[in-house]
């Protein structure tokens, strides 16, 4: 069984700055990407970033320049770091991760943490 964890989300004004983390716990033994997607009342969810095995990256056009991906291979984890916040970043963000238990690519995916961008 393999669970993400996410912390950092919360609510802060236009311009400030917020940092996601997911740690995937369990049994994992590769993991091809980690990464973030998000989706806001009434629209479908959408990739904001995601980072693949060697390093490749991909941002959403809209967060290009603001949001930052990084992760820790021998943690597992992924992180956000998010910053000149727009109201229109306001969503619940997911982190995902497509790994291998066994000889299988799963994707999984966390719980959901709440960002919300005041102007």
């Known amino acids: 069984q393999v669970q993400l964890v996410e912390s950092g989300g919360g609510s802060v004004q236009a311009g400030g700055s917020l940092r996601l983390s997911c740690a995937a716990s369990?049994?994992?033994?590769?993991?091809?990407?980690m990464g973030w997607y998000r989706q806001a009342p009434g629209k479908q969810r959408e990739l904001v970033a995601i980072?693949?095995?060697?390093?490749?990256?991909n941002y959403a056009d809209s967060v290009k320049g603001r949001f930052t991906i990084s992760r820790d291979n021998a943690k597992n984890a992924v992180y956000l770091q998010m910053d000149n916040l727009k109201p229109e970043d306001t969503a619940l963000y997911y982190c995902?991760?497509?790994?291998?238990?066994?000889?299988?690519?799963?994707?999984?995916w966390g719980q959901g943490t709440q960002i919300t961008v005041s102007s």
């Open positions: 369990g049994r994992i033994f590769s993991i091809n990407a």
């Open positions: 995902y991760v497509r790994g291998k238990p066994n000889s299988v690519w799963y994707d999984y």
């Open positions: 980072i693949i095995s060697g390093g490749s990256t």
